[in-house]
């Protein structure tokens, strides 16, 4: 710093002459920065006395730079461009809240970045982070603000309120319903190409867990295509490759656009479900925001998707 001070002029002057340089005149700079006209044009004499340089050619109508002041003018412009930008940008950065989401690689996928959009539009001064895990909730809690976690609705640190009962049923696409025989009751389910999914959390139901749910037993699973991932798993029944289980809240659009469908109406409720989760840490506006907008959302889809009502839900938050 002791450096700049020996090196650089007085930051008055330069600012005078600034002024007085960009305006042409002594009076118009006087008035801009709210200071005398005799008040600049000392200041302006004190840099040039300092620089041992004519800066302004004195008209009778106004200033002219000579070419070392327009060569010291684009250098100040220039500086003070840049602090004007960067200050800018910090008191930007000093609105900006920063807020941060929790959910599955499934919950982010197929419902929350869908419709983030959304949420950007109507708070474009949030700072929105999306943090994703594969390996549940409990994997990211202690990293987010609010999220949606699937569960038993206890997370410690967390109010969870829940927004979606847990529901498992067979999905494929139109496709891979045309190329096989009609599908009427569950018993036939076994006999067709099933999806699995890897995974060991607890709550997660998988075909075998389903199918002892519908009374069906000696199911084999050894011929099924496994996926350890969720998205992927989708992904394979949409192109086609199989039945696959499918989650309510997770599958509502791609059933709505006929991605997939379902061959049979068969369905098993769990004692899991979707919550919408809160830190205690922070009630911040940003996340009572958030929270308020996803049930918006849900309350949009509850006529179709059979989502619960959202009128109760909001008295608990």
Same mark, same amino acid.
């Given at each position: ?13 330069? &600012? ?16 801009? &920065? ?87 539009? &109507? ?71 099933? &999806? ?122």
């Amino acid at each position: 710093m002791a450096g700049f001070l020996k090196r650089l002029p007085r930051l008055s002057s330069l &600012l005078m002459f600034e002024a007085a340089a960009r305006c042409r005149s002594f009076t118009i700079a006087a008035r801009e &920065l709210n200071v005398t006209q005799a008040a600049v044009s000392q200041q302006v004499r004190a840099l040039e006395r300092e620089l041992g340089l004519v800066l302004f050619n004195r008209l009778h109508r106004g200033l002219e730079l000579t070419r070392e002041g327009a060569r010291l003018h684009r250098a100040v412009m220039i500086s003070f461009e840049r602090v004007a930008e960067t200050t800018a940008e910090l008191r930007a950065a000093k609105r900006t809240t920063r807020l941060e989401i929790g959910a599955t690689y499934a919950v982010a996928t197929f419902w929350l970045v869908p419709r983030l959009p959304r949420f950007r539009a &109507l708070h474009p001064e949030i700072d929105v982070h999306v943090v994703a895990s594969d390996r549940g909730f409990d994997a990211i809690a202690d990293r987010v603000d609010v999220g949606i976690a699937y569960g038993l609705g206890q997370w410690p640190g967390f109010r969870a309120t829940l927004i979606r009962e847990g529901e498992v049923f067979p999905v494929c696409s139109p496709e891979y319903l045309r190329r096989r025989p009609r599908l009427t009751r569950v018993e036939q389910l076994p006999h067709e190409s099933l &999806l699995s999914m890897e995974d060991d959390r607890p709550g997660l139901m998988d075909w075998t867990a389903w199918f002892a749910e519908q009374d069906i037993k000696g199911y084999d699973a050894r011929h099924n295509l496994k996926i350890n991932s969720h998205p992927l798993l989708m992904q394979a029944a949409c192109e086609g490759q199989g039945i696959a289980l499918g989650w309510a809240m997770l599958t509502d659009d791609l059933l709505e656009k006929r991605k997939l469908v379902r061959p049979l109406d068969a369905t098993v409720r769990t004692s899991r479900g979707f919550y919408l989760v809160t830190s205690d840490k922070n009630s911040s506006e940003e996340a009572q925001a958030f929270s308020g907008w996803v049930l918006n959302q849900l309350e949009m889809g509850s006529e179709t998707d059979g989502a619960r009502p959202i009128a109760r839900l909001r008295e608990k938050l």
